[in-house]
């Protein structure tokens, strides 16, 4: 893309300056649970459907005390979908929900069901509630803690933290109508043991996960499952490279999965890794229980910008948890800590990304005390500026959002032309003539 500019481009620590226009990273507490029908402590974090909204679940309150499954708009409007009776609907619910292909979203409760051990569930975004299993404690496994995943061959994947053959916890598969097959069970042993996470599918097809237990050591494993076996890849050791993952892992544009555990790194406040899928881990982060926050229990999410972006739910600033941002190479920044007032306090889930805008829930705080739902808007990415001869390139790195490139001859106006709509990871050429112009990236 080409674009004659009338007037010469600034050095690049001038466009620098300006850039960003006004867009910096700003949080907003969206809402505040009351504990009646909406719901209460939430700990799961968001899902977006297919329709624009976000859907989750609070682990307490609604009409019969056994939580909720709730829809809010990104503007922040909460709508209850559902409230959970601990009959075969289950009760409870610890993990967020997962919208599959034929457009229902499936999650769990770790509670209820028929036996009592959890169940798994469907339900339509308008709230039509469909228990689909309840867990038995045999060999299928009890009180599942994380949520699902449908994976390429069109079933749901998940994972129990306890029963299964040994007692320590199973993986399984089921259809979307509710067939059960259980997968594997864990031992307590190389292999792991407690899983609280959901799976992810990686890019080979394979299913990935994480015990909170077990594996050689007895801190926590990570581990591959195939349809025919499980392979332990990693056992955690409690020094620099972690202990006890409580999240799952994700993986990033550059192929590596990446994760988090609750405790052990140098501070013992928890640390963020990379592995390989081949096992080759990597300790890119221990938190030291300050701003950066610390015991992480949520995983990490990939936003537009190629950050990987957590929550902790200790330390920060205020001691209430922090939102951080970690480049793939290690480097940290803190973004946000919790101050228990209106924004919230204490966030054991991960966040969402999508158009830019990271959302989350946090557990506590809030006006009633029993949660939020937050947002927390990111900036664009960084004008860059390559002078060659009489022409320079404007370009910037890839980003979920579109920006319009501006431009003006004088910073006290606040007239801007827009000269490119649309604009995502691109680059614009221009040619240099006097007077010097100014440029910057704006929302449409």
């Known amino acids: 893309m080409k674009i004659q500019a009338k007037r010469l481009l600034v050095v690049s620590a001038l466009l620098t300056g300006i850039q960003m226009a006004g867009a910096q990273s700003s949080f907003i507490p969206l809402y505040s649970f009351t504990g009646g029908n909406d719901g209460a402590n939430a700990v799961a974090g968001l899902a977006q459907a297919n329709d624009g909204n976000l859907y989750g679940t609070t682990e307490k309150g609604g009409t019969n005390g056994y ?15 559902y409230s959970f009776t601990g009959g075969n609907d289950g009760a409870h619910p610890y993990a967020g929900l997962v919208q599959a292909t034929d457009g229902y979203l499936y999650g769990t409760t770790e509670d209820g069901g028929t036996n009592g051990y959890g169940a798994v569930f469907r339900i339509t975004t308008n709230g039509a ?8 404690y045999g060999r299928d496994g009890a009180n599942p803690r994380g949520g699902l995943v449908q994976a390429g061959d069109g079933f ?39 899983p609280e996470a959901a799976l992810v599918q990686a890019n080979d097809g394979n299913l990935y996960g994480t015990t909170y237990e077990g594996g050689t050591n007895g801190f926590g494993a990570v581990f591959r499952i195939t349809t025919n076996a499980l392979i332990s890849l990693y056992s955690f050791t ?56 610390a015991l992480p229990e949520a995983g990490l999410v990939q936003a537009g910008d190629g950050n990987l972006y957590g929550t902790s739910y200790a330390g920060g600033t205020n001691g209430y948890g922090s939102i951080f941002q ?9 973004l946000y800590s919790f101050t228990d007032g209106r924004d919230g306090a204490v966030p054991f889930a991960g966040l969402t990304a999508a158009n830019g805008i990271l959302y989350g829930t946090a557990s506590g705080g809030g006006t009633s005390g029993k949660g939020t739902v937050f947002e927390l808007t990111l900036s664009p990415p960084a004008l860059k500026i390559l002078f060659d001869g009489h022409q320079s390139v404007l370009s910037w790195p890839a980003w979920a959002n579109t920006y319009i490139l501006q431009s003006t001859t004088n910073l006290a106006s606040p007239n801007w032309t827009t ?5 995502s990871g691109t680059a614009a050429t221009v040619t240099n003539s006097l007077p010097a112009q100014y440029f910057r990236l704006a929302n449409p």
């Open 238 to 293: 409690n020094g620099h490279d972690g202990a006890y993952p409580v999240a799952g892992l994700v993986q990033a544009n550059d192929g590596n999965l990446y994760g988090t555990t609750e405790d052990g790194g140098t501070n013992l406040d928890g640390a963020i890794f990379r592995i390989t899928t081949n096992g080759i881990l990597t300790p890119i982060y221990s938190f030291t229980d300050g701003h950066d926050g």
């Open 156 to 194: 749901i994947y998940g994972t129990t933290t306890e029963g299964g053959t040994n007692f320590d916890g199973t993986v399984f598969r089921m259809s979307t109508n509710g067939a059960m097959t259980p997968l594997y069970s864990f031992s307590d042993g190389h292999t792991g043991s407690f």
């Open 129 to 136: 509630m469909t228990p689909l299993y309840s867990f038995t």
């Open 326 to 334: 970690i480049i793939t190479n290690g480097a940290l920044t803190p």
């Open 419 to 423: 000269i490119s709509n649309g604009v």
């Open 67 to 81: 939580g909720t499954i709730f829809r809010i708009t990104v503007g922040g409007a909460l709508t209850p979908l």
